[in-house]
């Protein structure tokens, strides 16, 4: 299939659709983890941007479904919706352009969840170039670029290199306010490294790993940090690594927390 049938681009839009109203939407369905309606809701405005020909809004849902299809674990879907925003993003002007770049980083990102890390590198190295040099230093999403590259560099037993990404979120993330649950999924995240890299060398690493965990912990059950949505979805994905490393006891409370604040809604 050629560039110009996989892609929108080459088509005059007849119409848009009201990306802004639609993503206002989707934060209260995942709010509320209705992750069914959410799905629905995506489906139906894709449909509605590919019938007006609105590439803007078609490739901005489309990064909405990368996400998506990620949390829900639909591989099929989500490195399809991938595949064709990628399609249409060589169409436009990456280098010069914080929005496209981080279409970018998200495809990584579900790349990555689906065990194509390896092919992730790129995407990932081509969105850092345009964030560094876009973007301010202490800017919140170049902790997210460095996170899930991070994570990336790790999965392919990069250790050092994912070291040094995650100690650059984090310490882009702990001269920001307000911003507990990122710095404690960092420092999750780091603590599995440390774990992984240890193992590779048929090493321990029970102390820096103790560290990160309860560091994660300090900022999990901050007095300043929002018990809302967003906070709940931090602790159902911290929770497995307190499984995971033995602290069963954070574990469990993580899970009630969010389960309370999904019932409240």
Request: glycine letters at 6%.
């Amino acid at each position: 299939m050629s560039i110009d049938e996989k892609c929108c681009c080459v088509k005059e839009p007849i119409g848009t659709i009201p990306i802004g109203r639609i993503i206002d939407k989707l934060d209260v369905l995942f709010g509320h983890n209705e992750m069914e309606k959410a799905g629905e809701l995506l489906r139906y405005w894709e449909a509605e941007a590919r019938a007006l020909y609105d590439q803007k809004g078609l490739l901005e849902i489309l990064s909405e479904e990368i996400g998506y299809y990620r949390k829900v674990n639909d591989k099929e879907r989500g490195l399809h919706a991938v595949d064709e925003a990628r399609t249409m993003l060589e169409c436009m002007d990456i280098e010069s352009s914080v929005n496209n770049a981080t279409i970018l980083l998200n495809c990584g990102t579900t790349m990555k969840a689906f065990g194509k890390a390896e092919e992730a590198i790129p995407l990932y190295e081509r969105a850092k170039a345009v964030y560094e040099r876009l973007l301010p230093k202490d800017d919140y999403r170049l902790a997210g670029l460095y996170n899930n590259y991070a994570t990336a560099l790790k999965d392919l037993e990069r250790y050092d290199e994912a070291r040094e990404n995650f100690l650059k979120a984090i310490r882009l993330l702990e001269a920001k306010e307000d911003v507990y649950g990122e710095v404690a999924v960092s420092y999750v995240n780091l603590a599995h490294l440390e774990f992984d890299a240890a193992y590779a060398k048929g090493e321990e690493a029970d102390d820096r790993v103790d560290e990160c965990l309860q560091k994660a912990w300090d900022c999990l059950d901050s007095k300043d940090i929002k018990r809302d949505g967003n906070y709940a979805f931090i602790c159902e994905k911290c929770a497995p690594a307190y499984e995971f490393f033995g602290w069963f006891l954070q574990k469990a409370e993580l899970e009630k927390r969010a389960k309370e604040i999904y019932e409240s809604k």
